[in-house]
């Protein structure tokens, strides 16, 4: 019963990666930040003293909740665990929930651009997630093509493509709905922000991909999801002011 987990060097590829992405999250942030306090700021002294501290502190914040995410990121790799026997493939990972399926389960297997594969079953949430790091990897590609034929991954749509461009609209979405006073420029940004939280949320609460924690904190989701209708409303009453 072969057992494949990730190389040891394979948290070093992943981690780079990450960071390089992380970068983008601070820069789309600041884009809403850095407009939203100039806007919000009644005299230019205000603006001195609130656009340095709010710098200062989302900086120290955020390289903290890096470091942990990271940390939390090689718990979880270094748990994972990919088995195949005659029957069945499962994966084990710390506070994940066991994914298992017997072969005739698996409805098709795919290989993903930076050569990780998918393994999707016959219910939505039955996808088992392989990172390249894997060790063994040519055996591991010749026994999953034996189980099911292994077909190139493409990409559905632009944002699963390119996930910044979905962060970058969300963002701009977001200015629209606390940015404006404008009532059909709020109505017109509010409903897709909503629409795709739900969605998001409702994706994390299924998948069982997503370690125990995130869908325990997800929750917040809905405070964010109850503050912009709020915000959609009393814009439309007229008692909300940007």
């Keep these: 019963m072969p057992d494949y987990r990730i190389r040891p060097d394979g948290f070093k590829e992943i981690r780079s990666q990450q960071q390089k992405r992380l970068l ?18 009644k005299e230019k002294t205000d603006f001195i003293i609130t656009l340095p501290v709010t710098i200062i502190l989302f900086t120290i914040i955020y390289y903290f909740a890096i470091r942990k995410a990271l940390k939390k990121q090689k718990e979880l790799l270094d748990s994972y665990a990919l088995t195949i ?23 098709e297997i ?7 594969f998918i393994i999707k079953g016959n219910a939505s949430e039955d996808i088992i997630l392989v990172p390249p790091q894997i060790d063994n990897y040519d055996e591991l590609e010749i026994r999953l093509n034996g189980i099911k034929t292994i077909h190139q991954h493409r990409s559905k749509n632009i944002f699963e493509k390119h996930p910044v461009i979905a962060i970058i609209l969300m963002m701009g979405l977001m200015i629209g709905v606390y940015g404006s006073g404008n009532k059909f420029i709020v109505l017109l940004c509010g409903i897709p922000v909503v629409v795709m939280m739900i969605w998001s949320f409702l994706k994390i609460l299924k998948s069982k991909n997503v370690e125990t924690r995130i869908k325990r904190n997800s929750w917040v989701i809905l405070i964010v999801i109850i503050s912009i209708i709020a915000a959609i409303i009393m814009n439309l009453i007229g008692s909300y002011r940007a």
């Design 24 to 41: 983008v999250i601070p820069l789309m942030i600041a884009l809403f930040v850095i407009p939203t306090t100039i806007y919000n700021a």
């Design 85 to 107: 026997n005659d029957n069945t493939i499962a994966r084990y990972q710390l506070n994940t929930p066991t994914i298992s399926l017997y072969h005739s389960e698996v409805k």
């Design 110 to 116: 795919l290989k993903t651009t930076n050569s990780g």
